[in-house]
């Protein structure tokens, strides 16, 4: 994204993963909650009483401790409402603009990308014991702020609230007690793995892939590796290189690593996951995205060995993007209404 007129691009591929460039944690660097957790981290770091144009050498003259103490502990008040401290921000240096005004201004460096999720990324990052509808709104609210009591309302109508509608999606059937979970926690995982990752990989697919020539692919990770975390944020990195302590645990396992492996390196090598064919030859064509094709390789869909269930699911299959449709056409909405 870091395109220079006339300079050549650093890279002739890209494999994206973690996120997305269009994933909603790049503000101004003069945001207020930059602004707020700097200046807390001086006032701990005991800077916060010297002229401005001296923070920086005040900052230098304190030991290691008493910076990384600082700083941990900023990021850790924050941490429970996924507010981190210390992320990117648009400094018009190095990151120049919102990348959702990059992908619009269609200057951007083209090459080959491979990028994608898991289905459950908000398993490591949302409150766990959440129990109350309440909760769920002041979760979003606390996070976002900006949001109107109109956005917040949609944001409960699309994620039904598993306490007033048997029929939601977000209904807990598993061993609450036993997990640690409280009965919305399925619901705000949902939303926040949606909102934070799923629908802007989707959403970086879409407007890099319609004004492109290379291609873009998209992968969707969903074997269930544990009762709780199910496919979750990152799994997908202990498959793609084919290592041992996934093979060796079952042939299904095997099959899915070498499948993803194959599609990587393969990439990796040509720029198309499908061109060179090696041991798993006969694995499926992965389509390129489009608007109009809008499908992800799905792996180990239906898989649920390692949470200790008996389904093998299927290795790798093209699927489209009908079950999070709805749900990326509002968060996509919000972040080209919106600079958060």
Same mark, same amino acid.
């Given at each position: ?10 890279? $002739? ?98 090459? @080959? ?5 898991? *289905? ?16 769920? *709104? !002041?979760?979003? $609210?606390?996070?976002?702020? $900006?949001?109107?009591? !109109? ?10 609230? @598993? ?39 989707? &959403? ?5 892939? =319609? ?28 498959? %793609?290189?084919? %290592? ?48 109009? &094709? ?12 390692? =949470? ?7 290795? =790798? ?11 990326? !056409? ?11």
């Amino acid at each position: 994204m870091n395109y220079k007129e006339g300079v050549e691009p650093l890279f $002739h591929k890209a494999i994206l993963e973690s996120g997305a460039p269009t994933s909603r944690a790049v503000h101004p660097y003069d945001a207020t909650v930059h602004e707020d957790q700097f200046s807390k981290f001086i006032s701990e770091c005991g800077c916060s009483d010297v002229p401005k144009g001296s923070v920086t050498s005040c900052l230098r003259s304190k030991s290691e401790k008493t910076v990384t103490d600082a700083q941990t502990k900023v990021f850790d008040e924050y941490n429970p409402s996924l507010r981190w401290a210390f992320q990117p921000v648009i400094d018009h240096n190095l990151i120049h603009q919102r990348p959702i005004d990059a992908w619009r201004s269609g200057k951007w460096n083209r090459v @080959p990308i491979m990028t994608g999720h898991a *289905t459950n990324e908000g398993t490591y990052y949302v409150p766990t014991s959440l129990s109350t509808s309440d909760g769920f *709104t !002041d979760f979003w $609210h606390t996070l976002l702020p $900006h949001y109107s009591s !109109d956005d917040l309302a949609t944001v409960n109508e699309l994620y039904p609230d @598993p306490s007033v509608d048997s029929s939601s999606p977000y209904v807990e059937g598993r061993n609450m007690t036993a997990l640690s979970i409280g009965p919305q926690f399925k619901r705000v995982e949902a939303s926040y793995a949606h909102y934070a990752y799923v629908c802007p990989v989707r &959403q970086t697919a879409d407007l890099a892939s =319609a004004s492109q020539e290379p291609p873009v692919f998209v992968f969707h990770w969903a074997l269930n590796k544990t009762v709780k975390g199910g496919a979750n944020h990152g799994d997908n990195m202990y498959y %793609q290189s084919f %290592q041992e302590e996934v093979t060796s645990i079952s042939e299904s396992q095997k099959e899915v690593s070498g499948m993803y492996h194959a599609y990587v390196t393969s990439f990796i090598t040509d720029g198309n996951p499908n061109a060179i064919k090696g041991r798993y030859g006969d694995r499926p064509e992965w389509d390129a995205y489009t608007s109009k &094709q809008a499908g992800a390789m799905t792996f180990g869909k239906g898989n649920d060995e390692r =949470a200790g269930g008996s389904g093998k699911g299927v290795p =790798a299959q093209m699927i489209g993007n009908e079950w999070v449709q709805k749900e990326c !056409d509002f968060w996509w909405k919000k972040s080209e209404d919106t600079e958060e």
